[in-house]
């Protein structure tokens, strides 16, 4: 077993003091990341990467990649305690997440959050280790088709993620999609709807916009209510999952896990993607459905092993074929070549050590961030009994110096409060956010995968279905769509057969 | 009383002088750290090149010399940033082609490359290629350009975007060979890459650092260099110009201006520090290893190369028709 003998001179590399210190220094600086809002592991590689020019390459893709993957663990602290997702990935779990912690379960919720992520984190390396090779080269046949079909399933299963009545969801969608057009057109290279803002240029930001409908719009509606004692200082009932959480949750977190690093190895937003997928097949599969959105412990369990094994997954055509897959792993790689290194497929023969140090590091990381955040949440709990008063301010804060810190840019702040002052009416009016989130992120991606399509093909659309992933995806979203209308045809048929 | 008068004169005239004793002072650069600007995130090809330069600016000039990422709208952002500034030498743009290429497809862009800024000096240069995926059906340019020629409009190109530097390659392919392809723009040349090594279009424009990893293992192969000359590291690959198109030549540049109106003396100063810095033997190696090519400009050349770069890329655009309103 050749991979074996791999993983164990992987570890003879990682287990060097040095590699150690740099594991454990890019894990902890990740998860203090990932808890501050807005600020990403993007954020924190891009500040460090000129450090490491003075390191080993070895040693700096340790603790860059263990800065990525803290950050996806801390991130669900502050979506669970205040509502404020510390990424994108992390939104989901502010749904039920954060209901949680308002019944007084966060350290629950915060428990099985750090535990899935753990599972999820080291199948995903274990599956990592194993099937790298093939699995880069089936990420390699996804082209436009395929990534069109893809997000039609994603906007079909958004559907899903409504807690109330489908026509506010699917309003919230499509605005949603349309904020989606703001931005320069690729296929065309013109503005649209920028009205000469060129901060607008690049579309309306994802951290903007969900820092805003999230956390400020929290704010301003707690602010409004008069604050009872009960909701400041709910009782904490209990600081780790019991055995029926571990229940429930034991399911969520595997279907979570192989979702996540498939959809992880995929260009372009896997770990979002996926955890939004992960909640919405949870909430399907679950014998109590309408227990989702009111603290049901599977929304926080699933999409937070979704979005930590993508994390894994989106290593793969990094490490096997020199491709990032997001914004992380763009600056991985320039990270390896500051090193004079070339990413591609020789890297694995050619730099072994690298290749299996980096893999077998995400073994241990995962284990430190375990042992570091479980003696944390009786901290984090803490935080949730500062009064109010005091507690908002901070918050408000940390959200603008977040969304700053993005792109030093002061005008998208100004979305953020923006988007805050819609949140706040959307929460008033009953009005979901998710789904405007999902269809924002989904309609960019969804308009150039068809149009980049059409361009190809010269504009048959046949190729949509005769092209076997892209078929397959149309005809999941097809069934998907029927399913839900089995309910109403089985009353259809019913009736007829009443009426005889 | 007329004591008083005249020292009061004297006291006015003393003050009135430190006015003027500002523009001297302006000659004692730099006495603060200068930053500068690099339009794109922090590990991309801009931001690394620069990085690998930065600390014997630093050295040579004996300031801090900070890199400042300003990302954002392919360059507009850092660029206006710059543009706007004092011209007082601490803010020095990180110039390159796409600046250029920009000002020739948009004529609504915030600021004017030649009347806003100041070239300084050239920094680096790299080849640009066309690669197909590994196992293509196309070996040669020949091939490529023949099959074009029999089946109009049915070769796929694939670019980082309109206006990018990739895209301009493809639009000087086709004016100079006279072919006609279809051209698919991405969002980036990453998954334009991607999309060219599953087989899903049949080739890009690259440079050099970009793909030379996945040239030496086969996944992609390059079938022809924009360049004068053949590249050493990849000797085996034809130019445009031996195959009898000599007018398909560009590369990637990046180089550095300050605003326009900064004084003379600040832009030589820069530019003697910079030159310091580009031509020592250590910055080369760094260069090197990362496959640019140092093509030190000073400042007089560099403004008239990118005059005619500048040129160079109206024509392309006006004649492929390109424009973002």
Same mark, same amino acid.
């Given at each position: 077993m050749e991979t074996l003998s791999s993983v164990v001179s992987g570890f003879s590399v990682v287990l060097q003091p040095a590699n150690l210190l740099f594991c454990f220094v890019g894990v902890f600086v990740g998860t203090l990341i990932g808890v501050l809002p807005g600020i990403g592991p993007l954020g924190a590689i891009a500040l460090l990467l000129p450090s490491?020019?003075?390191?080993?390459p070895t040693s700096a893709l340790i603790m860059l990649a263990g800065i990525y993957y803290g950050a996806m663990y801390g991130g669900s602290t502050t979506s669970i305690l205040? /509502?404020?997702?510390? #990424?994108a990935a992390t939104v989901v779990t502010c749904i039920d997440g954060y209901q949680m912690a308002k019944q007084g379960r966060a350290g629950p919720a915060l428990g099985i959050a750090a535990f899935g992520s753990f599972i999820a984190g080291t199948i995903s390396v274990l599956l990592l280790s194993f099937l790298a090779p093939p699995l880069a080269r089936l990420a390699l046949k996804f082209g436009p088709p395929e990534y069109f079909s893809l997000m039609i399933l994603g906007l079909t299963i958004l559907v899903y993620l409504a807690n109330g009545p489908i026509i506010k969801a699917l309003m919230m969608a499509a605005f949603g999609l349309i904020l989606g057009i703001v931005g320069t057109d690729i296929i065309t290279g013109r503005a649209r709807f920028t009205f000469g803002i060129i901060e607008l240029n690049d579309g309306i930001g994802i951290i903007p916009v969900v820092m805003g409908l999230f956390g400020i719009s929290e704010v301003l509606f707690n602010v409004e209510k008069i604050i009872k004692r009960e909701v400041t200082k709910t009782r904490i009932r209990g600081l780790f999952p019991n055995l029926q959480d571990w229940k429930n949750s034991i399911g969520p977190i595997f279907r979570g896990t192989f979702l996540g690093f498939f959809l992880g190895i995929l260009p372009g937003g896997g770990a979002v993607i996926s955890s939004f997928a992960s909640y919405a097949i949870e909430k399907k599969m679950?014998?109590?459905? #309408?227990?989702f959105g009111t603290g049901a412990i599977e929304g926080v369990a699933g999409p937070e092993s979704a979005n930590n094994s993508a994390t894994g997954g989106s290593f793969i055509p990094l490490l096997t074929?020199?491709?990032?897959? /997001?914004g992380v792993m763009a600056l991985m790689l320039g990270a390896l070549v500051l090193h004079g290194l070339q990413p591609g497929p020789l890297l694995m023969k050619e730099q072994p050590g690298l290749f299996w140090g980096t893999i077998t590091s995400m073994y241990l990381g995962n284990v430190m961030l375990l042992i570091l955040n479980l003696p944390l949440i009786g901290l984090w709990v803490q935080v949730l009994r500062i009064p109010y008063p005091i507690l908002f301010p901070l918050i408000l804060l940390f959200c603008l110096i977040g969304v700053f810190s @993005? /792109? /030093?840019? @002061?005008a998208e702040i100004w979305f953020m409060i923006l988007f805050g002052i819609a949140g706040y009416l959307m929460k008033k009016f009953e009005y979901e956010m998710a789904p405007l989130v999902l269809a924002l992120i989904l309609g960019p991606m969804f308009e150039n995968a068809l149009r980049q399509s059409l361009i190809i093909f010269e504009g048959d659309p046949i190729v949509f279905l005769t092209r076997p992933i892209s078929a397959a995806f149309l005809i999941v979203s097809c069934s998907l769509l029927l399913s839900t209308m089995l309910p109403w045809l089985k009353g259809k048929r019913k009736l007829l057969s009443d009426g005889d | 009383m007329k004591i008083q008068k005249i020292l009061k004169a004297l006291f006015f005239f003393i003050m009135f002088s430190f006015i003027f004793t500002g523009s001297l002072l302006a000659i004692d650069f730099p006495t603060k750290p200068i930053n500068l600007v690099v339009c794109f995130a922090a590990g991309g090809s801009t931001d690394i090149i620069v990085r690998a330069i930065n600390d014997k600016m630093s050295e040579k000039l004996g300031v801090p010399v900070v890199v400042l990422n300003k990302p954002g709208s392919g360059g507009l952002v850092g660029g206006e940033f710059v543009a706007r500034s004092k011209p007082d030498g601490y803010n020095i743009l990180v110039l390159s082609l796409s600046h250029l290429v920009r000002q020739a497809i948009d004529p609504k862009m915030p600021f004017d490359v030649l009347k806003d800024l100041e070239p300084i000096c050239l920094y680096v240069s790299q080849p640009i290629f066309i690669i197909v995926k590994g196992d293509s059906k196309f070996n040669t340019i020949d091939e490529m350009i023949d099959f074009a020629k029999n089946n109009p409009g049915k070769l796929s190109m694939g670019s980082a975007g309109i206006g990018a530097t990739s895209h301009f390659s493809l639009e000087l392919m086709k004016t100079a060979t006279k072919i006609n392809f279809k051209h698919v723009p991405f969002a980036g040349e990453g998954p334009c890459l991607t999309a060219v090594m599953g087989g899903h279009i049949d080739g890009m424009a690259a440079g050099l650092g970009f793909f030379l990893g996945k040239a030496l293992s086969g996944d992609v192969k390059p079938l022809v260099c924009f360049d004068e000359n053949r590249v050493p590291e990849l000797k085996d690959v034809a130019t445009f110009k031996e195959k009898g198109?000599?007018?398909?030549l560009m590369y990637s540049w990046f180089g550095f201006a300050a605003p326009a109106g900064t004084p003379k003396e600040i832009i030589e100063k820069v530019d003697n520090g910079f030159m310091a810095a580009i031509k020592d033997p250590a910055s080369g190696a760094a260069i090197k290893k990362l496959y640019f090519r140092e093509s030190y400009m000073g400042h007089a050349e560099f403004k008239q190369f990118v005059k005619t770069e500048l040129e160079k890329f109206d024509k392309i655009a006006k004649s492929a028709g390109i424009t973002v309103k």
């Amino acid at each position: 077993m050749e991979t074996l003998s791999s993983v164990v001179s992987g570890f003879s590399v990682v287990l060097q003091p040095a590699n150690l210190l740099f594991c454990f220094v890019g894990v902890f600086v990740g998860t203090l990341i990932g808890v501050l809002p807005g600020i990403g592991p993007l954020g924190a590689i891009a500040l460090l990467l000129p450090s490491t020019f003075y390191i080993s390459p070895t040693s700096a893709l340790i603790m860059l990649a263990g800065i990525y993957y803290g950050a996806m663990y801390g991130g669900s602290t502050t979506s669970i305690l205040v /509502n404020i997702p510390g #990424e994108a990935a992390t939104v989901v779990t502010c749904i039920d997440g954060y209901q949680m912690a308002k019944q007084g379960r966060a350290g629950p919720a915060l428990g099985i959050a750090a535990f899935g992520s753990f599972i999820a984190g080291t199948i995903s390396v274990l599956l990592l280790s194993f099937l790298a090779p093939p699995l880069a080269r089936l990420a390699l046949k996804f082209g436009p088709p395929e990534y069109f079909s893809l997000m039609i399933l994603g906007l079909t299963i958004l559907v899903y993620l409504a807690n109330g009545p489908i026509i506010k969801a699917l309003m919230m969608a499509a605005f949603g999609l349309i904020l989606g057009i703001v931005g320069t057109d690729i296929i065309t290279g013109r503005a649209r709807f920028t009205f000469g803002i060129i901060e607008l240029n690049d579309g309306i930001g994802i951290i903007p916009v969900v820092m805003g409908l999230f956390g400020i719009s929290e704010v301003l509606f707690n602010v409004e209510k008069i604050i009872k004692r009960e909701v400041t200082k709910t009782r904490i009932r209990g600081l780790f999952p019991n055995l029926q959480d571990w229940k429930n949750s034991i399911g969520p977190i595997f279907r979570g896990t192989f979702l996540g690093f498939f959809l992880g190895i995929l260009p372009g937003g896997g770990a979002v993607i996926s955890s939004f997928a992960s909640y919405a097949i949870e909430k399907k599969m679950s014998k109590h459905p #309408e227990k989702f959105g009111t603290g049901a412990i599977e929304g926080v369990a699933g999409p937070e092993s979704a979005n930590n094994s993508a994390t894994g997954g989106s290593f793969i055509p990094l490490l096997t074929l020199g491709v990032p897959t /997001n914004g992380v792993m763009a600056l991985m790689l320039g990270a390896l070549v500051l090193h004079g290194l070339q990413p591609g497929p020789l890297l694995m023969k050619e730099q072994p050590g690298l290749f299996w140090g980096t893999i077998t590091s995400m073994y241990l990381g995962n284990v430190m961030l375990l042992i570091l955040n479980l003696p944390l949440i009786g901290l984090w709990v803490q935080v949730l009994r500062i009064p109010y008063p005091i507690l908002f301010p901070l918050i408000l804060l940390f959200c603008l110096i977040g969304v700053f810190s @993005v /792109n /030093n840019s @002061v005008a998208e702040i100004w979305f953020m409060i923006l988007f805050g002052i819609a949140g706040y009416l959307m929460k008033k009016f009953e009005y979901e956010m998710a789904p405007l989130v999902l269809a924002l992120i989904l309609g960019p991606m969804f308009e150039n995968a068809l149009r980049q399509s059409l361009i190809i093909f010269e504009g048959d659309p046949i190729v949509f279905l005769t092209r076997p992933i892209s078929a397959a995806f149309l005809i999941v979203s097809c069934s998907l769509l029927l399913s839900t209308m089995l309910p109403w045809l089985k009353g259809k048929r019913k009736l007829l057969s009443d009426g005889d | 009383m007329k004591i008083q008068k005249i020292l009061k004169a004297l006291f006015f005239f003393i003050m009135f002088s430190f006015i003027f004793t500002g523009s001297l002072l302006a000659i004692d650069f730099p006495t603060k750290p200068i930053n500068l600007v690099v339009c794109f995130a922090a590990g991309g090809s801009t931001d690394i090149i620069v990085r690998a330069i930065n600390d014997k600016m630093s050295e040579k000039l004996g300031v801090p010399v900070v890199v400042l990422n300003k990302p954002g709208s392919g360059g507009l952002v850092g660029g206006e940033f710059v543009a706007r500034s004092k011209p007082d030498g601490y803010n020095i743009l990180v110039l390159s082609l796409s600046h250029l290429v920009r000002q020739a497809i948009d004529p609504k862009m915030p600021f004017d490359v030649l009347k806003d800024l100041e070239p300084i000096c050239l920094y680096v240069s790299q080849p640009i290629f066309i690669i197909v995926k590994g196992d293509s059906k196309f070996n040669t340019i020949d091939e490529m350009i023949d099959f074009a020629k029999n089946n109009p409009g049915k070769l796929s190109m694939g670019s980082a975007g309109i206006g990018a530097t990739s895209h301009f390659s493809l639009e000087l392919m086709k004016t100079a060979t006279k072919i006609n392809f279809k051209h698919v723009p991405f969002a980036g040349e990453g998954p334009c890459l991607t999309a060219v090594m599953g087989g899903h279009i049949d080739g890009m424009a690259a440079g050099l650092g970009f793909f030379l990893g996945k040239a030496l293992s086969g996944d992609v192969k390059p079938l022809v260099c924009f360049d004068e000359n053949r590249v050493p590291e990849l000797k085996d690959v034809a130019t445009f110009k031996e195959k009898g198109y000599p007018e398909a030549l560009m590369y990637s540049w990046f180089g550095f201006a300050a605003p326009a109106g900064t004084p003379k003396e600040i832009i030589e100063k820069v530019d003697n520090g910079f030159m310091a810095a580009i031509k020592d033997p250590a910055s080369g190696a760094a260069i090197k290893k990362l496959y640019f090519r140092e093509s030190y400009m000073g400042h007089a050349e560099f403004k008239q190369f990118v005059k005619t770069e500048l040129e160079k890329f109206d024509k392309i655009a006006k004649s492929a028709g390109i424009t973002v309103k």
